[in-house]
C-alpha cells in the first residue's frame, strides 16, 4: 500500500525523491515492482518497528532504530524535508514531538486536516493528539488553524468555531467558554464565529473547526464511516435494477463528482501542526490512493514552503497574544 501510493504520488510531486525506513528484505522487492518509483527512492534498512499497540512512551524510550524514528531524525537533521507515516499515531507524535520541538509559544502541537463542506472545504483540529485541552491549549489551536487555512486553503480571511453541544453561551465544559471568552475579546486579526455543533461540521459554516482530540477524533471518524455509507447504500440503489443502472449510466459524470468530493481517501492525510517540521499522518487502514493522497499533502507542504509561513505568521500571532492577555499554564521520509 504505501509504495503503490508514493507511486501514485509521482504523478502529482514527480520532482520528490523518497527515503524508505524499513525492511530492507521485505522493501527491495516491492519496489523492485515499481520502476519509476526506484529511481528516485532509497531504502534505509532497519528492522525495528513500532508496533500500533505500543505505549508512546514506551516507543520513545525503546524505539531509537524503528523506522518511525529514524524517518523522524531524518526530517530533524536535515535530510529529509517532512516524514510520512501510517503508524502509531500516539507514538509519532511522541516522536515528533521529541526530535523536531514545537513552536514558540506552543504546549501541544495539534493534528489538522481537511474535510469536504458545502462550501467547500474546511480544517479541523484537534483530532486525536490531545485527549484533554485547556482552554488556552484551544486557543492556539485556533490561531494555528487560522493560519493553516490561510496558507494551505488559500482562504483570505477564515472564520474560527469551537465545536460544542450548543451554540448558547453558556453550554459546553469549562474549556471551551473560556477559550470562547478569550477569542471573543482579543485584538487578534481572526474573525471568530462563536461555538459550532456537529451538523455545521458538513454545511461549512466555519472554516476552521476548533476542538479537543477526543471530540474531533470521534468527529472524523463519525464522518468518515457516514461518507462509506452513503456511497455504499447509493451503489447498491444505482445497482439493484434495470432502471437504477439505466440511470447510473445516464448520471456517470456527476456521480463521479459526487464519489470524489465525498471519499475520505482524497482527504487523507492529517498534518501535526506547532512542530518544527513537516509531519503528516495517514490513516492507517488507507489504501493506496489514500497514502498517495498524504504523500501529496507532504510534498505540497515542502514544495511551497508553508510551514515557514505558519511559523512566521504564528510568530505574530503570539505577540498579540502575549501583549493581549494569554500566559500558557526536498526529500520525503516514511517510516
Not at 489538522?112 to 479541523?124: C, D, I, K, L, Q
Request: net charge negative.
Amino acid at each position: 500500500m504505501v509504495l503503490e501510493g508514493i507511486d501514485r504520488a509521482l504523478d502529482r510531486c514527480p520532482d520528490s525523491r523518497f527515503l524508505l525506513f524499513g525492511d530492507g528484505s521485505r522493501l527491495t522487492p516491492l519496489l523492485d515492482r515499481h520502476p519509476r518509483l526506484s529511481t528516485v527512492a532509497e531504502v534505509r534498512h532497519t528492522s525495528d518497528v513500532v508496533t500500533d499497540d505500543e505505549k508512546p512512551s514506551v516507543a520513545l524510550r525503546t524505539a531509537r532504530n524503528s523506522s518511525m524514528r529514524l524517518a523522524i531524525d531524518a526530517v530533524g537533521n536535515g535530510e529529509a524535508q517532512g516524514v510520512v507515516s501510517a503508524g502509531n499515531t500516539g507514538a509519532l507524535m511522541a516522536m515528533a514531538k521529541f526530535v523536531l520541538k514545537t513552536l514558540p509559544g506552543i504546549d501541544r502541537p495539534a493534528i489538522a486536516t481537511y474535510f469536504p463542506t458545502r462550501r467547500g472545504e474546511s480544517v479541523m483540529l484537534d483530532l486525536g493528539a490531545n485527549v484533554e485541552c485547556s482552554a488556552d491549549n484551544l486557543v492556539q489551536f485556533a490561531v494555528m488553524g487560522e493560519v493553516f487555512a490561510r496558507n494551505v486553503l488559500k482562504l483570505a480571511q477564515p472564520t474560527i468555531g469551537i465545536l460544542n453541544v450548543g451554540a448558547e453561551g453558556r453550554k459546553g465544559n469549562d474549556a471551551v467558554r473560556q477559550a470562547a471568552t478569550i477569542l471573543a475579546e482579543s485584538d487578534l486579526p481572526i474573525r471568530f464565529h462563536g461555538f459550532v455543533e456537529g451538523d455545521d461540521i458538513g454545511a461549512g459554516t466555519v472554516d476552521v473547526i476548533v476542538t479537543d482530540g477526543f471530540t474531533g477524533n470521534i468527529a472524523l471518524k463519525t464522518a468518515e464511516g457516514m461518507a462509506r455509507l452513503i456511497m455504499h447504500e447509493l451503489k447498491a440503489a444505482l445497482t439493484g435494477s434495470f432502471t437504477g443502472r439505466l440511470g447510473a449510466a445516464l448520471a456517470r459524470d456527476a456521480l463521479r463528482a459526487f464519489r470524489d468530493h465525498l471519499d475520505p481517501r482524497r482527504y487523507n492525510g492529517a498534518m501535526f501542526l506547532g512542530l518544527n517540521g513537516i509531519c503528516v499522518k495517514s490513516h492507517g487502514g488507507t489504501d493506496a490512493l489514500g497514502f498517495a493522497s498524504a504523500v501529496q499533502v507532504a510534498s505540497k507542504l515542502v514544495t511551497d514552503g508553508l510551514n515557514e509561513g505558519i511559523k512566521a505568521d504564528y510568530a505574530h500571532f503570539t505577540t498579540d497574544i502575549s501583549e493581549d492577555r494569554i500566559e500558557p499554564s526536498g526529500q520525503v521520509a516514511t517510516g
